[in-house]
């Protein structure tokens, strides 16, 4: 794979690499940027675009302002990423009638940590997502990226390093306005999504697994998107008061919201369900790998192929 940065606006290849980064006990300098650093630290994804890429590493902009206070961030514009990508290659990450420059807003609306919105020609050099540290075991892309800037390992395996979203009041008080006119007061709920942007993932997946996991969750209240109906199926009965998100007029924020509030959200692996895998309810995951990767978060309960539950 190649190994590349953002320099003068432009992507260039550093090496071929059988793995991104740099290994954490090959960096010379554990504290490559001084706690007083008060300058600009622009970032950007690399070629990786989805509601997900974005959602992965939305917690680590407020870790950095934790260790840093005085640093400023800056996130792309959409005119930014349109001058460097053609458009064959954003639409790579196009859902439905979404549109994929949209998905920065999506995650990072109303974020207090991000300063700016950077275009061309303001930095000559810009961060991402292959500037990394990787360690002999799987971490989080996020976390290898803390220990990439400053990070320690000790401070990295103590830190919520989950996504965060923040929310306006406005926001917030649709989100309560949804719950009181669907399942009234202050009710426990739940979150189910089956749907990916990955076509040969695309309808129903073996789920046995997951039915035995939620059983303890029956007869709650639902809110849910599914690519398949669940109207004959063995959800239908796990789950008979059930409020279709399609129907209910929502946002995608709205909607993020509501699922930030669940008490339990059950899905198929999902960058859109990724988002809300910092707050407090529990998040139970069917994914299609066998082994945890770079993309999975820490305390999710994942439920293998095998059936085998894990905890990141």
Aim: glycine fraction near 6%; include cysteine; aromatic fraction near 14%.
């Amino acid at each position: 794979m190649d190994q590349l940065k953002y320099q003068h606006d432009q992507v260039h290849r550093v090496s071929t690499v059988s793995q991104l980064g740099i290994h954490y006990d090959n960096i010379a300098d554990k504290n490559p940027i001084p706690t007083n650093y008060d300058g600009w630290f622009p970032f950007s994804r690399m070629y990786s675009f989805s509601i997900g890429d974005w959602a992965i590493i939305s917690g680590l902009f407020e870790l950095l302002k934790g260790k840093f206070p005085n640093m400023k961030i800056a996130l792309p514009s959409k005119e930014w990423l349109q001058s460097i990508y053609p458009k064959q290659v954003l639409d790579n990450w196009k859902h439905s009638s979404l549109d994929p420059l949209d998905y920065i807003d999506l995650i990072f609306k109303n974020n207090p940590y991000i300063d700016s919105r950077f275009n061309v020609n303001e930095f000559p050099i810009i961060f991402s997502d292959h500037d990394r540290a990787f360690t002999n075991e799987v971490r989080p892309l996020v976390e290898q990226i803390m220990l990439m800037f400053g990070f320690h390992l000790s401070s990295v395996d103590i830190l919520d390093s989950r996504p965060k979203l923040y929310f306006s009041d406005d926001e917030l008080d649709k989100c309560y306005n949804t719950i009181e006119s669907t399942i009234g007061g202050k009710r426990r709920f739940g979150c189910l999504l089956f749907g990916t942007i990955i076509e040969n993932l695309k309808g129903r997946w073996d789920d046995k697994h997951l039915l035995k996991r939620v059983e303890e969750y029956r007869n709650l209240p639902i809110f849910y998107y599914s690519e398949f109906p669940l109207e004959g199926t063995e959800w239908e009965e796990l789950f008979p008061e059930r409020y279709n998100l399609a129907e209910l007029g929502l946002s995608l924020r709205e909607q993020l919201v509501l699922k930030s509030h669940a008490d339990v959200n059950i899905s198929y692996q999902s960058g859109f369900n990724d988002a809300v895998c910092g707050t407090k309810g529990k998040h139970i995951v069917l994914n299609p790998y066998d082994k945890f990767k770079e993309t999975h978060i820490r305390k999710v309960e994942y439920i293998f192929p095998n059936g085998e539950v894990k905890i990141f």
